[in-house]
């Protein structure tokens, strides 16, 4: 075996530093998950508890196998927006009867489970990772449709959840909703457009428009129960296909029913496999504070991958990035970590020769970040950074293997496409709390921005306000910093949750397990022309 050496000692002063930095910024993010946690509020969860309801988590955690993870995906959503961090809804991957389930609960305790602009977003990012790793997906509905004041933001593009149930059932991949309370309006074509439905009794209320827009239609008078009561839809329209007498029922059956799927993954899973050499409490002193100063990747790979056992590919060669394979709970995996934050020519074509071998063998790529981007100046664009650069893209972007991102540090410019950010459709994307991501660093940008400001002075001949410019700088390196941290782009769902270190080798064999639900084959070819 080929097992990576370690030079971190957990003793050394400015590894405690960095170790305290990171403890600091995981007391932020977990209290920023403790406001998801408590949904709507006090007020609201007791009122929803006093109805004889269980919370959103609380249905989850009943549905899954006892003892089994769940891995929640954008728990942040809406953070730093009006709306409640969370956006009323929780999805994740679960196990339920041995069947790896992509799962979504409405919170009712949130304006009634209503869904907002970035409910809509996250409950599509839930069905794309369903249908891109053909995981069955179970709805567990509550929730009185659309945000009414948001409207003009989510009733046109909200169709598409619509349209995703259709895809995923004509794909073969099974649809489930089950019902406990409101599923209105536009709401109601979820159970609708399901494969099977199950109702609670008494609870579930699903119907095209409610008693009072009936009334106000046809003048008709009616109530909640014959116009679309759980009772209603087993015995007359047929559209419940199991009735439940309530919500430990519902999830029984719900259970019952994956276990009678015949889902199948599309590759065995593989043997337990042995643990890192490395403490993964190390995890938490690699990454510098300063994310100028570099840092070796391979410190947080020996802490990752099964037995701390890495074969490096081209380890002289193109050195600020480190490519080689490992496997990962048993899966093999290709790794790509950048290691002193630029990339060059040499890590350009280093990278998409690694690409091409990956595909070739049919092995998922794993990306960890810590890029400023790709080497400026006179020298290098001469050398011909741009075509080896976009060798590098072009690579990720034909790609057909599985890829999965982890944001450690720096993730700025095209060095964030090129390591398979978010516009390039990596299977799971995650962040360490020390990440930042954005087109440039904050100094950087309001340099740029200071330089451009001062040359369009001097060609119109005006004085420059250098106290004017001092300001302007200081002003938008704050707004860019703001923007560039892992909660602010959590919040709008570039990434699939702020993950704590110590959890990354758990969290990432959690999603190469779903991942290897679906068949997949790597590029033969079909790369575009590279520039030479």
């Not at 971190?8 to 977990?30: F, G, I, N, Q, S």
């Not at 929730?143 to 003009?152: F, N, R, V």
């Not at 199991?242 to 799927?261: G, I, K, S, T």
Request: glycine letters at 10%.
């Amino acid at each position: 075996m080929t097992v990576l050496a370690s030079a971190l000692d957990p003793a050394d002063p400015e590894h405690r530093a960095r170790r305290e930095a990171m403890l600091a910024k995981l007391a932020d993010l977990d209290a920023e998950h403790a406001k998801a946690l408590a949904g709507g509020g006090e007020k609201y969860v007791a009122r929803h508890r006093k109805r004889g309801k269980l919370l959103a988590r609380e249905r989850i955690e009943l549905l899954l196998d006892p003892d089994t993870p769940f891995l929640e995906l954008s728990p942040l959503a809406a953070w730093g927006s009006e709306y409640t961090v969370g956006a009323s809804l929780v999805t994740g991957i679960g196990v339920v009867e041995g069947v790896e389930c992509l799962i979504t609960a409405n919170d009712p305790t949130v304006r009634g489970g209503a869904s907002n602009p970035w409910s809509l977003k996250k409950a599509l990012r839930a069905n794309d990772i369903a249908l891109a790793n053909r995981l069955p997906c179970i709805s567990l509905v509550e929730s009185g449709g659309a945000d009414l004041p948001s409207q003009k933001e989510i009733f046109i593009p909200g169709g598409a959840i619509f349209r995703d149930l259709t895809r995923l059932s004509a794909a073969g991949i099974p649809t489930i909703a089950v019902v406990f309370g409101n599923s209105t309006a536009g709401g109601a074509y979820i159970p609708g457009m399901s494969d099977h439905t199950i109702m609670v009794k008494e609870r579930a209320k699903v119907f095209l428009g409610g008693p009072p827009l009936v009334k106000m239609a046809t003048g008709e008078e009616s109530d909640d129960e014959s116009l679309g009561g759980a009772e209603m839809h087993a015995r007359t329209s047929g559209l419940a296909d199991h009735f439940a007498v309530d919500e430990p029922d519902a999830l029984r059956q719900a259970r019952r029913v994956v276990a009678r799927l015949n889902h199948r993954k599309a590759y065995a899973d593989p043997p337990l496999a042995e643990p890192p050499k490395y403490d993964p409490e190390d995890l938490l002193g690699i990454v510098p504070a300063d994310l100028k100063a570099p840092f070796d990747p391979r410190e947080v790979i020996a802490r990752i991958v099964d037995a701390s056992d890495f074969d490096e590919f081209k380890p002289l060669y193109g050195t600020s990035l480190t490519t080689g394979w490992a496997t990962l709970h048993g899966y093999p995996v290709g790794i790509l970590a950048n290691a002193q934050g630029v990339l060059f020519s040499a890590e350009s074509q280093k990278a998409a020769q690694f690409i091409q071998l990956a595909n070739q063998r049919d092995i998922p790529l794993l990306f960890l970040h810590n890029t400023t981007g790709y080497m400026v100046g006179r020298e290098y664009e001469q050398g011909g950074i741009i075509k080896h650069g976009a060798m590098m893209i072009n690579a990720v972007s034909n790609s057909r293997v599985p890829h999965l991102s982890v944001l450690l540090g720096a993730s700025y410019g095209a060095g964030h496409y090129g390591m398979c950010g978010r516009a390039y459709d990596p299977r799971f994307l995650f962040a360490w709390p020390s990440a930042k991501s954005a087109v440039m660093g904050p100094q950087q940008l309001a340099g740029v921005l200071s330089i451009v400001a001062r040359q369009s002075a001097a060609a119109k001949g005006q004085p420059y306000d250098d106290e004017g410019d001092a300001a302007l700088r200081a002003m938008v390196e704050q707004q860019i910093e703001s923007e560039s941290l892992p909660m602010f782009l959590s919040g709008r769902l570039y990434d699939d949750g702020v993950i704590d270190p110590r959890d990354t080798r758990t969290v990432l064999g959690l999603c190469l397990s779903a991942v290897h639900t679906a068949p997949y084959e790597g590029a033969r070819g079909g790369f575009g022309v590279f520039r030479m």
